[in-house]
């Protein structure tokens, strides 16, 4: 992007906010894995003794 593009800080501002749900989804995936016990086997926290 160039320094004379119009609303260059505004548009750098959001696409440096920007999180698309293909990031998010593994972290929400794994956290529901672990609050469910699904994960037993492969992490620690799946016990659900919690």
């Known amino acids: ?3 004379d593009t119009k609303d ?3 548009r750098l501002k ?3 906010n920007a999180v698309c ?4 989804y593994p ?3 794994y956290i ?3 609050e ?3 994960c037993a086997s492969i992490c620690p ?4 003794d919690g």
Do not use: D, K
Not at 21 to 24: F, N, S
Not at 45 to 48: A, I, L
């Open 8 to 10: 260059r800080a505004l």
């Open 36 to 38: 469910t016990g699904a």
């Open 27 to 29: 972290i929400f995936h």
């Open 14 to 16: 959001t696409l440096g």
């Open 21 to 24: 749900p293909p990031q998010a």
């Open 45 to 48: 926290y799946g016990g659900g």
């Open 1 to 3: 992007m160039t320094e």
């Open 32 to 34: 529901s894995l672990i």
